[in-house]
């Protein structure tokens, strides 16, 4: 069961939580060992009665742990395929995504994954209050992540609040100083231009399809290859800026 648990949380769920709920496995299968250990016979030394009580009682919570990581594994497992199952039924059935976006949430109440997808949703359909609530609610759960300041920018800035836009994209270049989204955004809320949220949305998508059919896009005749983002989530891919909108 034990070496179940390892495999199934090793290859479902995020790696950063993978150390935590790998070690909660580990230590609490070495608690339940040691504390059902057969009793060695060895003539006048036996345990007290009331040591081999609270030896027998010690089992309980770690069993208890057990069972708790691997309802916890669980719970991350199933969210994760519940959001998938989302993104893959979006482009035809939008309310059934919502649906499934707020179930996984409700498996993963901890994580922001599940809220930054109902904002994702939400700026496909253009309801903007919504999409906002909804990052406010992963900045809530996850205040280090990036995304969640990128999109209220964003969001900020299609309301007409430039100030706030800008506020926001500030956070975001703070918090990953090295994500070119960020800078080139603020760059464009500071220029004067207000951003349309599905308009950036597309981009990011239509960039990151390209990047997933040839990523390492270098062009016979080009100069130089064209820069790869930090990473190949949508939410934090570098769009390529054009000139008319700076």
């Not at 035809?92 to 109902?118: M, S, V, W, Y």
């Not at 597309?202 to 997933?212: C, D, H, K, Q, S």
């Given at each position: ?13 995020d790696w950063l ?48 742990l057990l069972i ?178 700076r």
């Amino acid at each position: 069961g034990g070496a179940f648990a390892l495999w199934l949380l090793h290859g479902s769920v995020d790696w950063l939580l993978e150390y935590a709920g790998m070690s909660a496995i580990v230590g609490a299968l070495a608690g339940l060992l040691v504390s059902s250990a057969p009793e060695t016979r060895t003539g006048p030394s036996r345990l007290p009665n009331g040591v081999a009580i609270v030896s027998g009682l010690a089992r309980w919570p770690v069993i208890a742990l057990l069972i708790i990581a691997a309802v916890w594994t669980s719970a991350q497992w199933a969210s994760e395929r519940t959001r998938a199952a989302a993104v893959a039924i979006a482009p035809d059935q939008p309310q059934r995504a919502i649906t499934k976006a707020e179930q996984a949430r409700a498996l993963d109440p901890f994580g922001d994954e599940a809220d930054r997808l109902l904002g994702q949703l939400a700026v496909q359909r253009g309801d903007l209050p919504a999409a906002q609530q909804a990052y406010l609610a992963a900045y809530g759960r996850n205040q280090a992540a990036t995304p969640p300041r990128i999109w209220l920018g964003v969001i900020a800035s299609a309301q007409g609040n430039r100030r706030e836009a800008l506020t926001w994209l500030r956070r975001a270049m703070r918090a990953s100083p090295r994500d070119g989204l960020s800078r080139a955004l603020y760059d464009r809320v500071r220029a004067g231009e207000q951003l349309d949220p599905a308009l950036v949305l597309g981009e990011l998508l239509t960039r990151r399809r390209a990047l997933v059919n040839d990523p390492d896009p270098v062009r016979p005749g080009a100069t130089t290859p064209s820069p790869a983002p930090t990473t190949p989530d949508p939410d934090q891919a570098t769009p390529t800026t054009p000139a008319a909108a700076r």
